[in-house]
């Protein structure tokens, strides 16, 4: 039976008079790949932060392989085994993509050596060699980040979350700003190289096409609650999320 790698149990959140989360109750077993959607301020980045410690449940339980997290700090989820990449990118602009790979690796990768030793040595370079070509962008490993295409830049960044070999990755919109042309194959060569390492993934998209083809099952959120929770066929067919999330009624072809 897979495991269950994440459990939250009637996780709450409240800014104020605004309520941001109320009574999330989500289980996620080791290697899903888990879509996460919902309209602007339905709750999903919420959700997201309290998991990964950028924010700290006003109630319930937050447990990663069974050890309760709620109210962890970003470092000490990090340590857990959860990582996160975001909607823009975290890179360094004047490196280049191995440059920033050399970095990632040396720092997060491998234990630091003592401070008479190099932070870059063979097995670092061996490593950064290896994840640019699992993530398709060795043709760009000499060039700055500042000059790289969109989905270059989301495929380094996510590259660089994963050093570490993390249990779970969040991914916040993995395909924001990349052109219509270019999503498939950058989401395609994301999810092959994910499912590869063993991660399990969530990840936060408001395009309904890479959600139904790369998710193996959809989380919708609404008004801080989960709407619907169920493999994507389902749960992107659902009358409810139909007219709250996807933004047409039921029944109603999507405009041409």
């Known amino acids: 039976m897979p495991e269950v790698l994440l459990e939250t149990r009637g996780l709450g959140k409240r800014f104020g008079a605004v309520v941001a989360a109320e009574d999330v109750n989500v289980?996620?077993?080791a290697g899903e790949i888990v879509g996460v959607i919902g309209a602007n301020g339905a709750g999903k980045t919420t959700f997201c932060n309290m998991v990964t410690g950028y924010l700290t449940p006003d109630l319930g339980q937050i447990l990663?392989?069974?050890?309760?997290?709620?109210?962890?700090?970003?470092g000490q989820a990090t340590e857990a085994g959860i990582h996160r990449s975001f909607q823009i990118p975290q890179l360094f602009p004047g490196l280049t993509v191995y440059e920033n790979l050399?970095?990632?690796?040396?720092?997060?990768?491998?234990?630091?050596?003592p401070w008479w030793q190099p932070l870059v040595r063979p097995e670092v370079e061996n490593e950064a060699t290896a994840i640019m070509e699992r993530y398709r962008i060795a043709e760009s490993a000499t060039?700055?980040?500042?000059?790289?295409?969109?989905?270059?830049?989301?495929?380094l960044d996510i590259a660089m979350a994963m050093?570490?070999?993390?249990?779970?990755?969040?991914?916040?919109?993995?395909?924001?700003?990349?052109?219509?042309?270019?999503?498939?194959?950058?989401?395609?060569?994301?999810?092959?190289?994910?499912?590869?390492s063993g991660a399990t993934v969530l990840f936060v998209?408001?395009?309904?096409?890479?959600?139904?083809?790369?998710?193996?099952?959809?989380?919708?959120?609404?008004?801080?609650?989960?709407?619907?929770d169920g493999t994507p066929d389902v749960v992107l067919e659902d009358p409810a999320v139909i007219e709250h999330v996807v933004g047409r009624r039921p029944g109603r072809a999507p405009d041409a």
């Open 27 to 29: 289980s996620v077993t």
């Open 64 to 74: 990663f392989r069974g050890k309760d997290i709620t109210g962890c700090s970003v």
């Open 143 to 155: 060039t700055r980040v500042d000059r790289l295409p969109q989905g270059v830049r989301k495929l």
């Open 102 to 113: 050399l970095l990632a690796v040396g720092v997060f990768g491998h234990r630091r050596p």
């Open 163 to 196: 050093v570490g070999q993390p249990a779970m990755i969040l991914l916040d919109e993995p395909t924001s700003g990349i052109s219509t042309k270019e999503k498939f194959d950058v989401m395609g060569n994301v999810i092959d190289a994910l499912r590869k």
């Open 205 to 228: 998209e408001h395009d309904m096409e890479v959600v139904g083809r790369y998710a193996d099952r959809v989380i919708a959120f609404r008004e801080g609650r989960v709407l619907a």
